[in-house]
């Protein structure tokens, strides 16, 4: 006799990210592509998500509705995020003949979200018909992700710098003793310096272009090991409505940028001052962990060392260090039995 509960033996991760998404199982990433999806308008059917999607954002005609579906790192139009998150769960595990279904589904989620948003993010994982849904803390499977021992009477800083949201929080015995959060991440930086262009230069330039720039020659620091080379812009003129193309270097981009990063030292400077003695005696000693895609940026260890005293390591692989936290939470549920948050 067939046995159908072999239809729900897999089990796997999600770490849905306001511009990127990554699936992965107990051992290994399966899929990370960014957060998007567009739409048939007159059928109401899935076109492409993820990359094929963000290739075709600002570029479609009226026929196809492009979406991102999460805002500021939280679900903002339901029914396209739950598309998204379907097909790609689709395309990381391949075509099957097993019937759809599975055992545990661990997604992370910011820790300032109310419940309404976590139960939100739960409905959607619930059309994929699993036997367990559970979230984590963005922060906490970053700190995992790292590989810092959360569960020791210890304090731990982590700032996570991702594309709509930034956390700091501070870590002992498994729970976060306080927490900073502030919406001034990867986004905003992208609109400041789509502002820029359009206040300095009469040139608009698409939010995608934007994002390449600050990925391309983004620094916050005058301090860097490597210039980067400047790099042409191409946009439009505002004033003659025809192609145009600027170059921009690595210094304009720190301007531009500069605003953000301050906004997120303050925060790490309050999370500090709010954060008991003996745990910022052990920060102190043990320093801040940085990690989220716009930890990347260049020079930002050293900027962060000189305004805040205290060591600061930047994640090697900062992009998945979410990702690699919650598959190692749902290898070994037991452990981090405490971690999970039910929706």
Same mark, same amino acid.
């Given at each position: ?74 679900? *903002? ?14 395309? *990381? ?19 300032h979200t109310t419940n309404v948003e976590r139960r939100a ?20 499977? *970053? ?201």
């Open positions: 006799m067939l046995n159908f509960d072999l239809r729900r033996k897999r089990s796997f991760g999600i770490d849905l990210g306001n511009n990127n998404t990554v699936v992965s199982d107990e051992q290994r990433v399966l899929l990370s592509q960014p957060s998007y999806i567009v739409l048939d308008s007159r059928l109401a059917s899935v076109k492409a998500v993820g990359d094929e999607a963000y290739a075709m954002y600002d570029k479609t005609h009226p026929e196809l509705k492009p979406i991102k579906p999460l805002r500021g790192g939280v679900i *903002a139009d339901f029914e396209s995020a739950t598309k998204m998150i379907r097909e790609m769960v689709r395309q *990381a595990h391949g075509p099957s003949r097993i019937p759809t279904g599975y055992d545990h589904i661990i997604s992370s989620v910011p820790y993010l739960v409905n959607a994982l619930e059309n994929l018909n699993a036997r367990h849904t559970d979230l984590v803390f963005e922060p906490i499977a *970053a700190a995992i992700g790292i590989g810092l021992n959360i569960q020791e009477p210890e304090g731990k800083m982590v700032v996570d710098i991702g594309g709509g949201i930034t956390e700091i929080v501070v870590i002992s015995l498994s729970g976060i003793v306080t927490c900073q959060s502030i919406k001034v991440a990867g986004d905003t930086m992208d609109e400041d310096i789509q502002r820029y262009f359009r206040k300095q230069h009469n040139i608009a330039i698409g939010i995608k272009t934007a994002e390449q720039i600050k990925i391309l020659i983004g620094a916050v620091s005058k301090d860097l090991e490597e210039t980067p080379v400047p790099i042409l812009v191409k946009g439009k003129d505002l004033l003659r409505g025809l192609p145009v193309t600027r170059e921009i270097n690595h210094m304009e981009v720190m301007e531009i940028l500069d605003k953000s990063i301050r906004q997120i030292e303050v925060a790490i400077i309050q999370t500090l001052e709010k954060c008991p003695p003996e745990l910022a005696a052990d920060i102190y000693e043990s320093g801040i962990h940085v990690t989220g895609g716009n930890a990347l940026l260049r020079g930002l260890q050293r900027r962060l060392e000189q305004k805040v005293k205290i060591p600061v390591h930047i994640d090697s692989d900062a992009l998945l260090s979410v990702s690699k936290g919650v598959a190692k939470v749902l290898r070994e549920p037991k452990k981090y039995r405490s971690v999970l948050v039910t929706g």
